[in-house]
């Protein structure tokens, strides 16, 4: 995963997420804010 080698250069290996979720979009109010409860 590019994603994973791309931090693994870049921070220690505890810092390192073990699963990333990958969104189409932010789930958002009707006034545009990202709702963070929801992620």
């Given at each position: 995963?590019?994603?994973?080698?791309?931090?693994?250069?870049?921070l220690a290996d505890?810092?390192i997420p073990r699963?990333f979720a990958l969104?189409?979009?932010?789930?958002?109010?009707?006034?545009?804010?990202?709702?963070?409860?929801?992620?």
């Amino acid at each position: 995963m590019a994603i994973r080698e791309f931090l693994a250069e870049r921070l220690a290996d505890y810092e390192i997420p073990r699963e990333f979720a990958l969104l189409k979009e932010f789930p958002k109010t009707e006034s545009g804010k990202i709702r963070k409860k929801e992620l």
